[in-house]
């Protein structure tokens, strides 16, 4: 079985920076996809980013390209998700999920597990 606890949520300034953590605890995190997917009140579920086995398989919606960087370290069992230039709308709950597979999902609906997500809003 697979446990997933996010950090670093907070309540941010537009234009502050946050880093999401995702502790990972179970087997084969370093042969695990991980996926970060965020829900705003009232919208869908909206895949962010995601990281493959290595940090040089990585994705990232249009809306957060360039401002966000997803990172994993497999001695840790952690993987990150730096949020640069923050915007109001990035208010949203940010779930860690993760898939055992060498490719993440672009679709919230792959991932075999998730973690409860933290809060991450940002004020104007």
């Known amino acids: 079985q697979v446990q997933l606890v996010e950090s670093g949520g907070g309540l941010v300034q537009a234009g502050d920076s946050l880093r999401l953590s995702c502790a990972f605890s179970g087997r084969s995190f370093s042969t695990s996809a991980m996926g970060w997917i965020r829900q705003a009140p009232g919208k869908e579920r909206e895949f962010v980013s995601g990281i493959g086995w290595t940090n040089d398989m990585t994705y990232y919606t249009d809306s957060v390209k360039g401002r966000f960087t997803v990172s994993r370290d497999n001695a840790k069992n952690t993987v990150y998700l730096q949020m640069n230039s923050l915007k109001v709308e990035d208010t949203a709950l940010y779930y860690c999920?993760?898939?055992?597979?060498?490719?993440?999902?672009?679709?919230?609906?792959?991932?075999?597990?998730w973690g409860q997500g933290t809060q991450v809003t940002v004020s104007s």
């Open positions: 999920a993760s898939k055992y597979a060498y490719h993440y999902s672009q679709s919230p609906g792959g991932y075999d597990y």
